[in-house]
């Protein structure tokens, strides 16, 4: 949706303000350059995406992408060579080059997810995510934070460098003597989809402090220090 009001904008504000039409610049060479230019935000895409990938599948995830990925630029390349005068063999090309691409997406779908860590966390690191040890720590009256996360989500990787990721942070759940609970839902875990839409969730992130007694607290989507600090301190009491 934000895309869309982004994409939609321009037009909107031409048809309520007619004259904002002559401002625009005229056409010219300066498309083609903007068009090139445009394409370096896509690679730096592409980039990230290879990493959220990497993190999911591990290193030969991103080996098999890319074979896939030079698979459809040889077809494209090919087909534009041939298709004029050799249109067969510009079918021929694009045939073996899709069933290239088809093989490698398909065996990194196959590619078991990296094994997590077997070591004890430090002070201050998550611990991962289960129903059964949440509700044992609430049964145990402790403060716990929750923070169901992705590798593709961009606000969480935010939320952690700006807040979660301070000694700050680790200092406050210290002083509360709180567990900090990590979910990844980077593969759609089930269980954690089910404790999203219990707290009327869609997606991520999604933070959750439970108090010693109370009710648990849902925290805003863009985290601060102090809007985290003061939630555990009350939950505290």
């Known amino acids: 949706a934000t895309l869309g009001l982004g994409l939609a904008l321009p037009f909107v504000l031409i048809g309520l303000v007619p004259a904002l039409a002559l401002r625009l610049p005229r056409p010219g060479a300066w498309m083609e350059t903007l068009k090139q230019a ?12 290879l990493w959220v990938l990497g993190r999911q599948r591990g290193a030969d995830a991103i080996a ?11 077809a494209a390349w090919g087909w534009s060579r ?3 005068r050799r249109p067969a063999w510009g079918l ?8 290239v691409a088809v093989y490698a997406l398909a065996t990194v779908q196959r590619l078991p997810r990296p094994d997590a860590p077997t070591t004890v966390p430090a002070s201050g690191a998550p611990v991962p ?7 044992s720590l ?10 169901v996360t992705a590798d593709w989500c961009v606000t969480c990787k935010a939320n952690d460098r700006a807040v979660l990721e301070r000694p700050a942070f680790r200092k406050a759940l210290a002083d509360t003597g709180a567990v900090y609970m990590q979910g990844d ?11 999203l839409q219990s707290h009327g969730a869609v997606g991520v992130p999604l933070y959750v402090v439970y108090s010693r007694r109370g009710q648990p607290h849902v925290l805003p989507t863009l985290l601060t220090p102090s809007v985290v600090d003061d939630a555990l301190r009350e939950a505290a009491r």
Do not use: K, M
């Open 92 to 99: 021929l090309v694009l045939t073996i080059a899709a069933g």
């Open 129 to 135: 995510f289960s129903q059964a040890r949440l509700d």
């Open 82 to 84: 041939a298709r004029h």
């Open 38 to 49: 445009l394409a370096f935000p896509l690679y730096l895409t592409a980039a990230w995406l």
């Open 185 to 195: 839902w980077t593969d759609v875990d089930p269980a954690l989809t089910r404790f």
């Open 138 to 147: 609430r049964a145990e009256g402790r403060v716990v934070f929750v923070n």
């Open 64 to 74: 098999w992408a890319l074979v896939a990925a030079i698979a459809v630029a040889f």
